[in-house]
């Protein structure tokens, strides 16, 4: 068996621990640079898929925005059949009036 001398020794440890070093600075440095790559491209896609919400949140506005044209068209309309009933409604009255005025004048 080979034994080693003090020096030798020191070298042998020198040299494992720079290789352990290194190789954990390799790995760090690795890791790094994925995590990197990886959180930009969740970025992105996340940035698109916001983008996507947004134009279906715009189309749903846009669409909100037509049922309250439509609705406030209506409204004219019910203003308008609202106007139609007082007429009717004045024209039963006076109708009605006259029904009492002739009831009042014939003999029972």
Same mark, same amino acid.
């Given at each position: 068996m080979? /034994?080693? /001398?003090?020096?030798?020794?020191? /070298?042998?440890?020198?040299?494992l621990l720079a290789t352990?070093?290194?190789t954990t600075t390799l790995v760090t440095?690795?890791?790094g640079r994925i995590i990197t790559v990886q959180v930009s491209g969740l970025r992105r896609e996340m940035a698109t898929n916001f983008d996507k919400v947004g134009y279906r949140f715009d189309a749903v506005n846009d669409r909100f925005a037509e049922i309250t044209r @439509?609705?406030?068209?209506?409204d004219a309309r019910f203003d308008a059949m609202d106007a139609r009933f007082d007429s009717i409604?004045?024209?039963?009255? @006076?109708?009605?009036? @006259?029904?009492?005025?002739?009831d009042a004048r014939s003999p029972a």
């Open positions: 080979t /034994t080693l /001398t003090e020096a030798q020794t020191w /070298t042998v440890i020198g040299v352990l070093l290194a440095t690795m890791l @439509r609705l406030d068209g209506m409604e004045s024209r039963l009255t @006076r109708v009605e009036s @006259r029904l009492d005025g002739m």
